[in-house]
């Protein structure tokens, strides 16, 4: 890492909300083509995909920076959920900015790390194929295995890997050198455009349609194991760290969506 090195972390944003004053993030309006200003730079511009954001939701965020920031290090966060080095009771009654991983100790983590990563999330009964096939659609991943086997075949045995694994990296989350996430954004975006030639949206509701920001989580954990597999990336290189989130969330509700869909089939219709 050189004294000159410039990391940016994207916060996607889709409407007025509290945001980090630290000058490495930058909240981003996501899918803010033909939308209201709310305050903040737009996705909109230069090269982008504002357009298609209801289906990849905080991903037109993530292609405007790839294709847009200059920086040698740069990632992804939420509004609503943010990177930390501190204890989830500590975020809860902290303000914002003394919660948030700040610029200063992201860049302090990448002088011995390549990647910071939300901690792995467990969902023990169910793997990562099958808890997108209950509460989304299977027939996605099945499309996107055969993209993946039709274009980037040697990741092949790293998506069967990942789809029966019981944890992942989630949420879309990252902050990473230049080199690796533009490497992630090429794979990752080829393989979506191409998915999305695929699935008819007409009937689905606005909720089932935000699939390919779905599918984008479980893609860039096979992203990262094949990379590890062929050791360009070493376990070495990656910094997992915690995260919390600001709103309030319905654990009885989501918990027993959670079930609902595993056991009797009913798809999630909104977040918790």
Known sequence: MKP?????????????????????????????????????????????ISIKNPVYCELTGLYWAWKNLDSDYYGLVHYRRFLTVRS????????????????????????????????RREYYIENLYSHYAHTFDGRHLKLTRRIIAANHPDYLDSFDSIMNSTSGYMFNMF??????????????????????????????SDFQMRYAGRVAER?????????????????????EIPWFYTGKVNMFKKATSFLGAKFFNKKYEESF
């Open 4 to 48: 000159s090195d410039k990391l940016q972390i994207i916060i996607a944003c889709h409407k007025e909300c509290d945001v980090p004053k630290d000058p490495a993030y930058l909240p981003l309006h996501v899918g803010c083509e033909g939308k209201p200003p709310i305050g903040f730079a737009g996705d909109n511009s230069g090269d982008n």
């Open 88 to 119: 989830k009771s500590f975020c809860k009654t902290h303000p914002l900015d003394e919660c948030v991983l700040s610029g200063k100790k992201a860049m302090s983590i990448l002088k011995d790390k390549r990647i910071i990563l939300p901690k």
């Open 175 to 204: 902050i990473m050198e230049r080199s690796l996430a533009d490497d992630y954004c090429s794979w990752l975006f080829d393989i979506l455009f191409k998915l999305e030639k695929k699935i008819d949206t007409t009937d689905l």
């Open 219 to 239: 893609l860039f954990n096979v992203w990262l194991l094949y990379n590890i597999r062929s050791l360009k990336i070493k376990s070495s290189d990656i910094s």
